[in-house]
């Protein structure tokens, strides 16, 4: 995901109800106590670029620390460290002896004092990690995708429901379900605006993310990992770990997933090993139940046209999702705009204060699947139903075990010869 990380005050009720906006829980609900305490205790687990900004961002909600930290990697901890130390103050609380490193550093962050977890390690290995933190008794925040196969959605789909039976809370970085813009546009959407939406378009068309370059004595495992978005095993191709916010936007709008998908995709300009085996562009279609199609495009290639949005078009109007509306009459989204990035996790701290737990797992993992979806139909270039990802594919990319040792790449898909499983 490209993130923009903006400096703000921290969220408060007043500044909230100043906003004058159309807001989610957090501007409504008092800040109260959780286990006897007013602070509310933070690890974080993954300190890469996301996992950073993460912390960061849950930090400007009032009473919360973060105290507990682990990454794979102790180069990447002691760079989120220093970023942390420097930039939150005396929210920082981590000591050497809270911060951990290796491939056990997951349980041992879930071993300490912490009500509430970030998962911000490469999406292969958030089924398994948010399995442990619910299992432990955390509430959770989870970066978005929640998975790469449709054996790991299936396993974040019952963790969500053990968390729901065990009143935790479940927060997603799909953040524009906390933005109120979308919040607000979509409302009227759904209440009619623009009547029977009959079709949808979602981009996500971009140049070249960032790469890391193989040193020497990196082993496979290290080199994948370090470079994990270049790996379908890992990221899922970034039509999954980038697309699905758009993605997610418009099953939201249609209110669920599609029944099918039909894609085509390559790798055109990235064609070099050290990209791995993902694809630099997709095209899919989306056909859902009410007989509204989606165009879905995304692309990482530079010097081509760039485009991050969302439209939908109805019987008597079009929308963007993100703001605006034009039918018998034009509206658009005036209100004071606040950091979605710091207001997805003011939300999820004041749904544990309230004790009234949120619950996204379901349904981002629905938005993560439709995804996944697309890359299987542009991997093979077949059709792929809801049906069979959801419940027939055997599709299984999660890691079992690893260490610092081999691991194959893997081949790079080719449509009409990749089988579909």
């Not at 951990?100 to 009500?115: I, K, P, S, Y």
Request: charged letters at 25%; hydrophobic letters at 40%.
């Amino acid at each position: 995901m490209v993130s923009k990380t903006i400096k703000s005050e921290p969220i408060t009720r007043r500044r909230v109800l100043k906003a004058g906006a159309v807001m989610p829980l957090a501007a409504l609900v008092p800040v109260g106590v959780h286990r006897g305490r007013s602070t509310i205790r933070v690890g974080v687990i993954g300190c890469g670029g996301r996992g950073t900004g993460a912390a960061r961002d849950c930090s400007k909600t009032e009473g919360v620390e973060i105290v507990a930290m682990g990454d794979l990697f102790a180069d990447r901890m002691a760079r989120s460290r220093k970023n942390l130390s420097e930039r939150i103050g005396a929210s920082y609380k981590v000591d050497d002896a809270h911060a951990f490193v290796g491939f056990d550093a997951c349980d041992r962050v879930l071993a300490c004092d912490v009500d509430l977890v970030i998962l911000a390690t490469p999406p292969a290995f958030r089924p398994q990690q948010l399995e442990k933190a619910i299992n432990a008794g955390k509430h959770v925040f989870m970066e978005k995708p929640v998975a790469v196969c449709p054996a790991g959605i299936r396993q974040v789909i019952e963790v969500a429901a053990k968390a729901k039976e065990k009143r935790l809370s479940l927060v997603a970085g799909t953040q524009r379900r906390h933005q109120a813009p979308y919040l607000e546009t979509i409302k009227r959407i759904h209440d009619g605006a623009i009547g029977d939406v009959v079709a949808a378009r979602c981009y996500w068309n971009q140049g070249f993310l960032w790469h890391y370059a193989r040193k020497r004595d990196d082993s496979d495992v290290e080199w994948q990992v370090r470079n994990w978005l270049y790996f379908t095993w890992l990221s899922g191709d970034h039509i999954v770990e980038q697309h699905i916010h758009n993605i997610d936007v418009i099953n939201w709008v249609m209110g669920g997933p599609p029944k099918r998908a039909r894609g085509m995709g390559g790798r055109q300009v990235r064609t070099n090993p050290k990209f791995g085996q993902i694809f630099d562009h997709f095209a899919i279609e989306y056909e859902y139940p009410n007989g509204a199609h989606c165009t879905s495009m995304c692309r990482q290639i530079d010097g081509t046209w760039r485009e991050v949005g969302e439209q939908v078009i109805g019987t008597e109007g079009t929308s963007a999702p993100g703001g605006w509306i034009r039918g018998e009459s034009k509206w658009a989204w005036k209100g004071k705009r606040i950091s979605a990035y710091v207001q997805e996790h003011a939300d999820l701290i004041a749904s544990i204060r309230a004790g009234e737990p949120l619950n996204e797992g379901k349904r981002v993992a629905e938005s993560t699947l439709t995804a996944i979806m697309g890359r299987m139909s542009a991997y093979t270039g077949k059709t792929v139903t809801w049906d069979f990802a959801r419940n027939k594919s055997q599709l299984d990319l999660r890691p079992q075990s690893l260490d610092f040792g081999q691991r194959p790449a893997g081949e790079v898909s080719v449509p009409g010869v990749t089988p579909l499983v």
